[in-house]
């Protein structure tokens, strides 16, 4: 087993003398969702009838706060960088019942502030996304989008915060939007480097998985997602899209047996086509299929605990991860979409969630590291 370490930094400086207050912390980060965190200290009514860190100015409003984590004979790994959004004091007639809790986001919550109305002509989503992440002073790590929204055609128009703005366009494109540190990120799903340590369960000395649950949805799989428009440029022409799995080229199979694989000769695959949906000519209908098709095709899903210090290793969202020790059918690379790390006096754990497009496992997997 590893020692683990939890390290806090309030305005940039070390918070040594919370540690002694700290009955947990907790650190959320989902791949839909801002990353949080929740400090949860003990109040403590000294001598001269204050209490310890109520008063703190450390703990005010956007404050800024770094969370990380150490195992044994390795460097710190970040876990989330932001800033303080909620102060909650709890006073109990049991002085020893009295908490402070204080709760955050990560730095997406600078883009998520203020509601605009503006038009971006002649411009790609990727390019948005690119001038937006600069004016917070992020570093714009940005998935080329190609296609350009012609102001002759159509002219791109935001109605909300510059995070909800770039979270749909990321969605249309089939890309993931999210601030981590210092970067800002309008990307693919990060689907082709190497898998994190392996997780197992059930393997002797090698288990390090407390518990994991899976689950199979046969009917989450789109086998075709259709989608028809009347033609911008001469009103008349029918411009149709139909993606379907022989059209893949964005989302590798993490599986042997694909989504589409799984119904029987008796099934009749499911369709979808969409409606409402509003788009500027071919490619950008073809996008928005494509992504969507990609989205229905995760499957299988799962959430477990780890005990971090059996791990030894920090967990994180948006990568991959091979599991072991779960059957033929289950074994093998995951996405994983969230993780809550969570810090007590009784040790470090990590809940997580992972989601999977395909089972039985490819061959391309190494079980042994």
């Known amino acids: 087993m590893e020692s683990e370490y939890l390290i806090v930094n309030l305005a940039n400086q070390p918070a040594d003398d919370f540690y002694a207050c700290l009955a947990a912390v907790e650190v959320f980060l989902d791949e839909t969702k801002a990353g949080g965190f929740k400090l949860s200290l003990v109040l403590w009514r000294q001598a001269d009838g204050t209490w310890l860190h109520l008063d ?3 703990l005010s409003a956007f404050t800024e706060v770094t969370i ?4 044994e004979n390795q460097a710190d790994e970040e876990l989330i960088s932001g800033y303080i959004t909620q102060v909650n004091p ?7 019942g009295c908490t402070l809790e204080i709760t955050g986001m990560d730095k997406s919550v600078l883009l998520d502030r203020v509601e ?12 948005i996304a690119t001038q937006i992440f600069s004016q917070y002073g992020l570093t714009p790590q940005v998935t080329d989008t190609q296609v350009i929204h012609d102001e002759a055609v159509s002219t791109i128009i ?7 703005f770039l979270t749909r366009l990321a969605r249309r494109n089939g890309l993931e939007c999210f601030v981590e540190g210092d970067n800002g ?7 082709n480097s190497p898998p994190q340590p392996i997780l197992a369960a059930h393997f002797e000395e090698q288990t390090n998985l407390d518990q ?3 689950e199979m949805n046969a009917l989450r799989p789109v086998p075709g997602v259709g989608l028809f428009q009347v033609n911008l440029f001469d009103g008349k022409q029918v411009l149709k899209v139909e993606t379907t799995a022989a059209q893949r080229n964005q989302q590798p199979a993490l599986g042997k047996t694909e989504p589409q694989q799984l119904a029987t000769a008796d099934v009749e695959p499911s369709q979808l086509y969409l409606s409402r949906e509003v788009t500027t000519g071919q490619p950008e209908m073809e996008a928005l299929c494509q992504s969507l098709f990609h989205q229905a095709e995760w499957f299988v899903t799962g959430e477990g605990i780890i005990s971090a210090n059996r791990y030894g290793h920090v967990l994180k969202p948006r990568q ?4 072991k020790g779960i059957g033929e059918t289950y074994s093998g690379v995951y996405y994983v979409t969230a993780v809550t790390h969570t810090f007590t006096p009784a040790g470090y754990t990590q809940t997580f969630r992972v989601k999977r497009n395909g089972i039985y496992a490819t061959g391309k997997e190494n079980f042994s590291e």
């Open 320 to 323: 991959l991860v091979t599991i």
């Open 56 to 58: 703190d100015k450390r």
């Open 116 to 127: 605009k109305l503006q038009a971006w002509p002649n411009q790609k989503d990727s390019d």
């Open 185 to 191: 990120y309008f990307q693919l799903p990060n689907m």
């Open 212 to 214: 994991i649950t899976l």
């Open 90 to 96: 709890h006073f109990d007639v049991d002085p020893n």
């Open 68 to 71: 990380s984590a150490r195992f």
């Open 158 to 164: 935001q109605r909300e915060t510059d995070m909800q």
